[in-house]
């Protein structure tokens, strides 16, 4: 199996990894409406047959509800959970 195009996305707060597997998608939009928290847009690409693909915007974002991956018709949508990591400050210095 070969020639499907990913576009991967970590996010750098939680690690939360968005592959969105570009030839399953179909510009449907489901994804971006289902998305609580805004982190997918469509993108216009002219080569698409439907004109549109969709697109991480905000990464940081992403809370890793898998609503985005369960609701897609198209598989086209993965999400694997980050391990949270807890940024502590450190007081360096008093
Ligand atoms: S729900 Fe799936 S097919 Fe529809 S736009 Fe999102 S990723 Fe593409
Ligand atoms: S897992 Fe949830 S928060 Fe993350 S992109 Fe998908 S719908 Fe949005």
Redesign the pocket.
Known sequence: MSGVTETVTVSEEKGHKIT?LEEW????????EVCPTDVLA?KAVGTRWQGTI?VVVEADACIACML?EQ????F??LIEKGEKKKKGKKAEAA
């Open positions: 969105i998608c179909k510009g449907c939009d489901i994804c971006v469509m969709a985005c609701q897609c018709p198209d086209a949508i």
